[in-house]
C-alpha cells in the first residue's frame, strides 16, 4: 500500500514555474513507478509524465517535452514536477500516481493516486 500526498501548485502567470511534490508513505516507494496526471476542464485526464523506479527513465507528453521535468529521491519518497514556461493551457489539476512496476508503467498499472492539486496560469 502507498499513500500520496501532494504539496504545491497555484495561481501563476505565463511563462512563471512551479514544482509539485508529491511525498509516499511507505518504505516500498522504490518499487514503485510513478507518474503526474492532470485533468482540465472538460476534458479527460491525461498522463503528462512518468518516471521508472529508479528515476533512469522517462516519459513525458509533447505537449510538455522541454519544458517539465520529472524526478524522484527514492531516500525523502517524493517524486517531484518541475514546470517551467507556463501556459493557459497547462491549467487543471494535477495527480501523482504510484504503479507497482518498474519500469514507466501504462495508464492501466497506476493503482495509487495523490489528492490532486490546481495549477492555474493566467495569461
Known amino acids: 500500500q502507498v499513500q500520496l500526498v501532494q504539496s504545491g501548485g497555484g495561481l501563476v502567470r505565463a511563462g512563471d514555474s512551479l514544482r509539485l511534490s508529491c511525498a509516499a508513505s511507505?518504505?516500498?516507494?522504490?518499487?514503485?513507478?510513478m507518474g503526474w496526471f492532470r485533468q482540465a476542464p472538460g476534458k479527460e485526464r491525461e498522463i503528462v509524465t512518468a518516471?521508472?523506479?529508479?528515476?533512469?527513465?522517462?516519459y513525458y507528453a509533447d505537449s510538455v517535452k522541454g519544458r517539465f521535468t520529472i524526478s524522484r529521491d527514492n531516500a525523502k519518497r517524493t517524486v517531484y514536477l518541475q514546470m517551467n514556461s507556463l501556459n493557459p493551457e497547462d491549467t487543471a489539476v494535477y495527480y501523482c500516481?504510484?504503479?507497482?512496476?518498474?519500469?514507466?508503467?501504462?495508464?492501466?498499472?497506476?493503482?495509487?493516486w495523490g489528492q490532486g492539486t490546481q495549477v492555474t496560469v493566467s495569461s
Open positions: 500516481a504510484a504503479a507497482p512496476v518498474y519500469g514507466i508503467a501504462r495508464t492501466s498499472e497506476y493503482g495509487y
Open positions: 518516471i521508472n523506479w529508479s528515476g533512469s527513465i522517462t
Open positions: 511507505g518504505r516500498t516507494f522504490s518499487s514503485y513507478a
